[in-house]
């Protein structure tokens, strides 16, 4: 009641205010209103898309912060450009200004709250927002999306049919896609599928656009995704890296924040109802998004997640497959689909990473034995430090004590004084179902050859490679940070959700070799570590298993 009372009053305050105005006054102000939100909708995705996405924590509130501020902004601007070219009102009756008033100030109110519903709609925020849940996953629908409440004065939705009407009439882009094929069904989205995220709304509800890559679009005719689907099923691929998981730590995503459109005059919509997802032992399985507390997930530890959503075809037009798709905010044109007829045994199958290259003993800076070099240890040594002594990293307080979570920090060796267990920062903060290793890559004789010191070959692969820890799936992790001890003090950084992508971005060693640096990684529990690669290019060999790790 608390929104619905808001949205009212809001609406019957602006009414009343240009109904007192006058009839002049209230249609420039409606014209006003009516050509901000058009230029904010047109600019909004492409600045947001832009400019704002970058896997930082105001991906959570780029859209709604960007359309509600677009659409101050220009409406400011209007008002001032009216004001100046129009600084007289016009004599009307009083009853014709107050009632032809009255008519054009409740119609920039509505715009106006639709617009301000939308805009708070797209922020992450707990999915009641005052006591307002519009779309949502449901319980009684067995988990899938459905309408819960109609607003009294539906604002929103009147504000998405008006731009939609305009955007296919007058204010049609030239030659181009309209709003109301862009973006269906923007009004519930934002009212509440938006932030139907994991936790209540805690979960991220937005992606950077290069954390996301479109895979295989699938069409089965045969295969129901839901219990009396018969038109088929459209099965979807995404890989989702590091940088769009919740915290730096796991990916998680509801079947509200995935869907697929048509471009009709009414488009279509659907939701996924099944998802297949990897498992901790290497394979993948297909799970049902049939209760609110299943989610698509990635395992701990692994820095790139491949899931496959499902959606029943029931309600699209046979032979026009689906526009685009949608993933947290982000939309993709859906290439050509290919039709299937096995995709349930394709999902029954197991899922195999491909092997990549395996370059072993390039001339001479091949290391055949590692071990010496690798650990699974969680320890931030030579450096002993309190939690008061952390900063400018951040940290948190495990189950086992305190640990580092994020950032960058020099220190010095060793510590000058006492420190309690309490107070003792033990290592680096990572997710259950994960454990550190670390992988000493100092500039050394016998070390790993990162430089070509003894190999021509590594020397011209050059430094805009990655560096990988390979498991026995020949799937590669990337350094999540590094240890570097220098002469008189020792340099930290520790980002798990931004693995460190080339060679180049780790500290430069000199050749006399008095620097020690070691890469921090952090891999699932029970996996087998078997080498060190360069690009494609192994470096070093070892038989390590993720498993037992201690803290210093």
Known sequence: MILNVAVIVLVLFIAYWWANQGLFSAILHCLCVIAAGALALAFWEPIVVGFFLNGNDFDNYAWGMTLGGLFIAFLFILRLVCDHFAPSNVRFTPAVNLFGGGIFGLLAGVLTAGITCISCGLIQAPVEIMGYVGWARA?????APMQLNKMMLPAADFTEKFYATLSRGSLSPFRATPLADYYPRLADTALSLHRDSFSDGEGRVALAPDSVTLGDVLFDPSYSAADGSSSGTYAVAFTIDSGAFDAGEQFIISSAQVRITSDEKT???????????PMSDGT????PFDDISNFATSVPGEQDVKLMFLFPADGFPAGKQPKFVFVKGLRFVLPATTEVSDLEQRLNGEEEDAVEQDDSAPDGGFVDDISNLIAVKNSILPV?????MASPMTHVIGRSGNFLSGGKGIYRKGAAMSISRSQRIGGFSHAEGTEVILLDVSRRKGGLDLYGDGSAAIKALGRDIP???VDSRSKGYKPTGYIWERQNDVEINYEPGKPIQKLSQLPSQPSSGENKLKLIFVVPVGTNITGVRLGKTMIGRCNVTAKDGGVD
């Open 139 to 143: 319980a009684d629908a067995g988990g």
């Open 267 to 277: 488009p279509k919509l659907a939701f996924p109802t099944k998802f297949y997802q």
């Open 284 to 287: 993948s399985k297909l799970y």
């Open 384 to 388: 002993q430090m309190n939690t008061n």
């Open 467 to 469: 560096l990988e820890l």
